[in-house]
């Protein structure tokens, strides 16, 4: 009964790996709402430039009732501040990235653990890899929330603080540390396998 | 490791093969093999009991500590 269970979250786990694998690069090409990301992208390196309907911008501190109101922004602030870069393309490109390696790495881990062999230093490398991205991706997140928030201070002064700069990356950052606290704890069964295998 | 298996000294000195022993005690001939050639990271306590029964000795006939610079000379030399 349990060797069923096990196989069936592994049959599961490996659904979702393909649909992720399979969805998010279609994610990439079709979606994005409606293709409009290769327009705003082109959009954002033109002259003529439409970023919002008054080629102006503005950022809000809900929490104190502030506007910052930005006229003519220049190349950088509609990179740092374009809505469809910040809502579509950094939350949605990277990840769908991300994601698709992440899937790659976890199916290879899955046929490992069908393989009867769970505890081995591949595995381990992938669920290390699999670290790394993810606290790549937060650190990436993080930096070009403090750009945001460093540019916005400097112009409208260290009381205004939009709370909705910094994202949730603390959960990232948690997940990071679970796969690399796992990483360890596969390094340390390939080590106890090994001890068994030579135990007489 | 500076713990040295004499298993091969029991053996020729009681005229037995590892097969032999390896039957009489239960164990596979593979692990005996890794047992004998000093590759075993841990030995049951079963284990050892079924060989000093088979071979009629102590543990401490089979299994001997050596500090690391004599089993470095013994390697050596080997």
Known sequence: MKQTKKWGLLWYAKYLCWSSMLFFPLQLLFLFNEAKLLISIRRLFSEKNIITQNNSFS????QRGLELQVEQPSLWERILFNETFSSSILPGLLPSIIM?????????????????EPFNAANSNYLRKMGFLMMGYGLFEVAISKLKWDYVQRIAGTDFAPAEMFGNTRYVFWAAIALLVLSQIFKQGKALAEEQSLTV | ??????????????KMSLTELSERVGITLANLSILKSGKAKAVRFTTLEKICEVL??????????????????LMHRG
């Open chain 1, 59 to 62: 950022i809000t501190d809900t």
């Open chain 1, 100 to 116: 698709v390696v992440f899937a790659a790495y976890m199916l290879a881990l899955i046929r490992k653990v069908e393989s009867g």
């Open chain 2, 1 to 14: 490791m500076p713990i040295v298996v004499n298993l091969d000294v029991m053996l020729a000195t009681r």
């Open chain 2, 56 to 73: 009629q000795c102590q543990p401490g006939d089979i299994l001997v500590h050596m500090s690391t610079q004599e089993y470095k000379q």
